[in-house]
């Protein structure tokens, strides 16, 4: 696979870190100061919220740096080996943890929406726990079928 393809993944993974890093710098800290202006009841339905939100920063960084390490292990040819297996297997940690954090945040946005009378806060809060519970299932399918290669290839190197 050429350089440049992976180049193009890269530069994606960077933006997105840079997203995230806009995101809990100046948006969340401005709802943050929005709530505390509110009542005491919507303060503490919407700080699980918040803290759920910053914590899923954490894996979704240790992710982004795993994608980066396996775009480089492409780079390198050496896609088909035991630490690309083991970075997907992060990936996959990953945004499982990301789906349990969302999955223990869930019934704060739905006070949140029943408080709020807003419907939709269910639905925006339903995204990022799909999207992540996705990536774990597609990063454990690669994860198998790169397992699966390496093994072939492995009897097809002692077979030579």
Request: glycine share 4%; aromatic share 12%.
């Amino acid at each position: 696979m050429p350089k440049s393809s992976t180049a193009f993944l890269k530069t994606v993974i960077y933006i997105m870190g840079l997203i995230m890093i806009a995101l809990s710098v100046i948006l969340i800290p401005q709802i943050i100061i929005n709530i505390s202006d509110s009542s005491s009841m919507v303060k503490w339905i919407v700080y699980p919220i918040v803290i759920g939100v910053f914590l899923t920063t954490i894996p979704f960084y240790l992710a982004l740096y795993q994608a980066l390490k396996l775009l480089r292990l492409i780079d390198q040819k050496q896609t088909f080996s035991e630490e690309a297996v083991f970075t997907l297997k992060r990936i996959k940690q990953c945004a499982l943890t990301i789906t349990g954090i969302y999955i223990l945040t869930m019934p704060f946005i739905y006070l949140f929406a029943e408080k709020d009378d807003a419907p939709g806060a269910i639905i925006i809060g339903m995204v990022p726990l799909f999207v992540s519970f996705v990536v774990a299932v597609f990063a454990s399918l690669l994860q198998k079928l790169f397992k699966n290669a390496l093994e072939i290839k492995t009897e097809n190197d002692l077979t030579v």
